[in-house]
């Protein structure tokens, strides 16, 4: 059984990939710092709804001012739409504002990744670019290059409350003040934020957020080095894994949160400390960490305040001779287990006050998943669509809620399904009105729509108790970014938004930005995605999806979300035959006005 849990936690791994001011004094100008951030090249094909800049007078190379262009197509840009700046370099002297008169919903910014450069010669201490509370949008693909100028990369500081926004493939260069800061005096809060492989360096701090209510977020697969601080959270509430921190001169985490907080498999190599943390409320949870060579004579673990719990975690290769963790608090209460050091060195350095447990300290020792303490974990190549069949463009669709769309999308998701290699079924910005279930199986391609999802809305109008979706036995096949029987939408008949089956002989999917029934609606085990009689060999991931997740007789199959929020989880009969495989989890949920969260029934839990 030992060998089991290791192996799935390895694989769900694998598919992830002190106190300061809220307000720091601004670092002085310095001399830029090349950095050639390892990003991934994002070679997209531009989609038939995408605001390009270049049709706006944008130039990109590194010599015309494009500020103006690119604010331009950024007035243009309407919910559900995506701005795209193709690769270049595009020379920015004024902040870049992304807002309107009311809350912006579902927007996209893409970029090409490494090749897509937004680089400041404007004024010193403003901000680069500012979405001005932009929910359940996506920003991907990006540079941001202060040049030791700009203070800010992209700046937080709402009129409107901000959630559920992913940043993804993006790099924070040379900030004076943060490479992604919520202003301490922001008037409403920024939450459920996803940041997925970004690289933060060379600023005065990689990522800031300083207040109440600025909660949920969630950083995975990115890192952070030769910056002063890597994050700084307080106030608020973090969720921290899969990163790696390199040579920062204060800390790699300051953090006071007013909510609980975890960093887990998280490495650091030469900083000063690693983490210092303080919250008189919030407990804190460190897992799977390795870290060497920090400096700082007060430990690299700095604690004081709510309880911690450490495991699994290795502090080695120390110059400075210090004790790994250090208690700086009064009745500090600090549990651990399985930790170790350099043969020799004080682990833990405590005060009388302290209230020290450690868990199984007989036990045999456990294996950490992290093996290195330069282990690094940010992705310098992703999978994305290439050839693109364009529901609307080359099939007919309309998109506008009252034609029925059910054959032109069916036709789209065959053709990318016949040609496989990664294609993808696209659906622009639309409402497409669906009377029977559109089916989605065999291999190697995507189905997708605009941007976050947010704009590409699929409607039911068939028959009473349909299912919108139905997906069998797929292999490596992704659906991403649309909403399928949300509220949002209107009413629907349907009985199911997705239904998930399989046959013997195992299946693989991923799913993300996927928006179904059940967020705010109070009606747990209704619609949203349903998972029937998966088995053996069948595996789902679901990087982040909102709705009701309903788990129906599913025997050894590997479910696991990186991310949901919203709805509420079913789960009614999974048992794994003699205890031996399958694995249903789930990392970062958030489920707000459900009656229940969590319905689970039925469930066989295998004994070691």
Not at 12 to 41: K, T
Not at 144 to 160: E, H, P, S, T
Not at 457 to 465: A, C, I, S, V, Y
Request: hydrophobic residues 40%.
């Amino acid at each position: 059984m030992k060998r089991s849990v290791e192996f799935l936690a390895r694989w769900v791994c694998s598919l992830l990939g002190f106190v300061v001011p809220s307000a720091l004094p601004l670092a002085a100008p310095q001399p830029s710092l090349p950095v050639d951030p390892p990003l991934p090249v994002l070679d997209w094909e531009p989609r038939s709804d995408w605001l390009n800049v270049r049709e706006y007078g944008a130039i990109g190379d590194g010599q015309t001012d494009d500020t103006e262009a690119i604010q331009t197509a950024l007035n243009k840009l309407e919910n559900g739409g995506v701005l795209y700046l193709p690769p270049g370099t595009y020379r920015i002297s004024q902040t870049l504002l992304l807002a309107q008169a009311r809350r912006m919903e579902g927007v996209g910014v893409f970029g090409h990744g490494r090749t897509t450069r937004l680089v400041w010669h404007g004024a010193e201490g403003e901000a680069l670019f500012h979405p001005d509370g932009v929910s359940y949008s996506y920003f991907r693909g990006i540079v941001f290059d202060g040049r030791n100028i700009a203070a800010v990369g992209i700046l937080k500081k709402n009129r409107f409350f901000e959630t559920e926004s992913t940043y993804r493939d993006l790099a924070f260069l040379n900030f004076t003040n943060a490479g992604f800061l919520v202003h301490p005096n922001r008037l409403q809060a920024v939450a459920e934020p996803i940041f997925d492989n970004c690289f933060f360096a060379h600023n005065r701090r990689g990522i800031a957020f300083t207040r109440f209510n600025d909660y949920n977020f969630v950083l995975v697969n990115c890192e952070f080095r030769d910056n002063d601080i890597g994050l700084l959270g307080r106030n608020g509430q973090f969720m921290l894994r899969n990163s790696h921190f390199a040579n920062n001169r204060e800390a790699d985490i300051v953090a006071q949160p007013h909510h609980a907080s975890s960093v887990r498999r998280v490495t650091s190599a030469g900083s000063r400390t690693f983490i210092r943390f303080e919250s008189g409320t919030a407990a804190f949870a460190i897992q799977d960490v390795r870290v060497t060579r920090w400096t700082d004579p007060q430990g690299a673990l700095q604690i004081r305040g709510a309880p911690v719990l450490l495991f699994d975690s290795r502090f080695e290769a120390d110059p400075a001779g210090s004790p790994a963790v250090v208690v700086t608090g009064e009745k500090q209460r600090l549990i651990v287990s399985n930790n170790s050091t350099d043969p020799g060195r004080l682990l833990y350095s405590t005060n009388s006050g302290t209230l020290l447990y450690e868990i199984f300290p007989s036990a045999r020792t456990r294996s950490p998943l992290l093996r290195s303490t330069e282990q690094r974990f940010l992705q310098s190549t992703v999978r994305i669509p290439r050839r693109m069949f364009d529901a609307r463009r080359d099939f007919g669709a309309k998109g506008d809620g009252r034609s029925d769309d059910t054959q032109s999308l069916q036709a789209a998701i065959d053709a990318a399904r016949h040609y496989g290699q990664d294609a993808i079924a696209y659906l622009p910005r639309g409402t497409y009105r669906i009377t029977q279930t559109l089916t989605l199986g065999g291999s190697n391609y995507f189905v997708g729509g605009a941007g976050s999802g947010f704009g590409t809305r699929l409607k039911w109008d068939g028959p009473e108790n349909g299912v919108i979706l139905s997906i069998h036995q797929p292999q490596n096949l992704v659906l991403e970014n649309m909403m399928v029987g949300h509220h949002n939408v209107g009413r629907m008949s349907n009985a199911v938004d997705i239904l998930y089956t399989s046959n013997p002989g195992g299946s693989s999917m991923v799913l993300e930005g996927i928006w179904t029934f059940g967020a705010y609606q109070k009606q747990p085990d209704q619609k949203g995605i349903v998972f029937r009689d998966l088995g053996a060999g069948d595996q789902v991931l679901l990087r982040h999806v909102q709705g009701n997740l309903r788990i129906q007789n599913c025997s050894s199959s590997v479910i696991f979300a990186s991310v949901a929020h919203e709805g509420a989880l079913t789960v009614r009969g999974y048992h794994p035959p003699g205890g031996t495989s399958g694995f249903l989890g789930i990392v970062s949920r958030l489920a707000t006005l459900t009656p229940s969260m969590q319905w689970i029934s039925e469930i066989t839990v295998a004994s070691p």
